[in-house]
């Protein structure tokens, strides 16, 4: 079983024909995974970071950690003239390790 913020599950079950009826309801409780690490480093270093449209505050390198899991909009900036701009997907710390995002500013 799968399910979007939870960790997978799998599990071989067995049924028994019991002879009585067949109309039985099973539910099942899958691990929900809460948050990831988000690791944004650049070429040329120290450029400002924002996340979601809003500067953060911090420069890179930089490691945003219990983020929850999703689809960031991250921009790094240099010298508030060139910048970059992609989505990145933040994956579960304890299945993935950190995210990584590293991007070279074309200067």
Not at 45 to 53: E, P, T
Request: charged fraction near 25%.
């Amino acid at each position: 079983m799968s399910k979007g913020g939870y960790y997978p599950e799998e599990k071989e079950i067995r049924f028994v024909n019991t002879g009585q009826s067949d109309n039985s309801d099973f539910s099942f409780v899958l691990k929900e995974y809460p948050y990831g690490s988000l690791r944004i480093d650049s070429t040329p270093s120290d450029s400002m970071i924002y996340l979601k449209g809003r500067y953060t505050g911090v420069t890179t390198p930089h490691e945003f950690e219990y983020l929850p899991i999703g689809s960031y909009d991250v921009a790094v900036v240099y010298n508030r003239t060139v910048y970059k701009e992609d989505i990145v997907t933040v994956a579960p710390l304890d299945k993935s390790g950190v995210t990584l995002y590293n991007v070279t500013l074309e200067m």
